[in-house]
């Protein structure tokens, strides 16, 4: 759900202050809205355009898109007046801008707003206008809902992370980015050796498995505001289906590195094995790994998703790597 308080922290616009006002209907013919994607190297750019419009003074669009293959960007209106910074929170995005004085507004055709996306994945990925506000030079506003979709075709191999030539988990970082469950930086890095944390692997995971995500309201952690926006309709998800739990204390601890003991354990819930207190690991530091956690460590290892650190350790406390995870999610989805 998009945050009304970040509409305010952008000023009082004419358009927001018309929104107050009751419908009206217009006279003249309903406006027709077109979604086109511009090609363009290694971004994708897609062209928002109205046709019949009648002394269209302001508007505001919200949008949908697959935030797993495509990472927002920028807009620019193609109409002159205040523009708000375009708000994007999960795969919604918000944009509008208004006429400033006692000006006519615009009749025809206009291209509202041109979104430049970043590519993650290939194949395609749709992006949806849902949503539309339109007011005219008498502040009169219209609401419509067209529902117009775009197919984006997204080409070659989306993102390159100019950091994993070399990796031993290079092969498999780039199929996780192509299969949208993760992606890279805006700095063009992925950072295989960085500590993932308790918030960013629970995305991860609900992704990879395509769980049905749920409505971040519904988390009641003591912390649940510290959850990133990101990241919150997977946590919701993943603590649904029993996936993940938080602390006694009622936090979660969204930013906390995630250790290999906890992974373990959420994998067995995710994939619905049936653990065996009684099961016992094979790793030579066994007597280090929490007995809540042993038989689930025990279950995945023998299923090949989780392996060792060498010397037969399995390292039940260590914080698992970016890297080690989407080598991880992608033997549970090789399962599959």
């Not at 077109?34 to 928002?48: A, F, G, N, Y």
């Not at 995630?258 to 099961?279: F, G, H, Y």
Request: glycine share 8%; charged share 20%; net charge positive.
């Amino acid at each position: 759900m998009l945050n009304c308080k970040r509409f305010i922290s952008v000023g009082i616009m004419i358009m927001l202050l018309a929104m107050a006002l009751p419908n009206f209907v217009f006279a003249a013919e309903t406006p027709v809205f077109t979604l086109q994607q511009e090609k363009s190297d290694r971004e994708i750019r897609v062209v928002l355009t109205a046709d019949q419009l009648s002394d269209m003074y302001a508007f505001e669009v919200k949008l949908s898109f697959d935030k797993s293959k495509l990472r927002f960007k920028s807009a620019a209106s193609g109409m002159t007046g205040y523009t708000i910074t375009p708000i994007v929170e999960g795969g919604q995005l918000v944009c509008a801008t208004t006429k400033i004085g006692k000006k006519a507004g615009e009749n025809g055709k206009l291209v509202l707003s041109t979104l430049l996306f970043e590519q993650l994945g290939t194949g395609s990925a749709d992006i949806k206008l849902t949503d539309v506000k339109l007011v005219d030079s008498k502040l009169q506003p219209q609401t419509l809902k067209p529902e117009v979709k775009l197919a984006a075709v997204l080409n070659g191999t989306g993102t390159v992370m100019k950091d994993i030539n070399g990796h031993w988990a290079k092969a498999a970082i780039e199929r996780g980015v192509a299969l949208g469950f993760i992606n890279g930086y805006s700095d063009g890095t992925f950072r295989p050796n960085a500590q993932v944390s308790r918030a960013e692997f629970a995305a991860m995971l609900v992704r990879a498995l395509d769980l049905k995500s749920g409505s971040a309201g519904n988390l009641t952690f003591k912390d649940a505001d510290g959850i990133p926006s990101w990241a919150a309709e997977e946590v919701v998800a993943a603590v649904a289906a029993g996936i993940l739990t938080g602390y006694e204390d009622q936090t979660f601890r969204p930013s906390q590195p995630i250790n290999r003991s906890e992974i373990a354990v959420m994998v067995t819930r995710a994939l619905k094995w049936p653990v065996d207190s009684a099961q016992k690991s094979v790793f030579a530091d066994r007597e280090q790994i929490p007995a809540w956690a042993e038989p689930s460590v025990a279950l995945a290892a023998q299923a090949g998703v989780i392996k060792g650190r060498g010397a037969n350790l399995f390292a039940p406390a260590a914080n698992a790597t970016r890297a080690e995870a989407v080598t991880l999610l992608l033997a549970i989805m090789d399962l599959k």
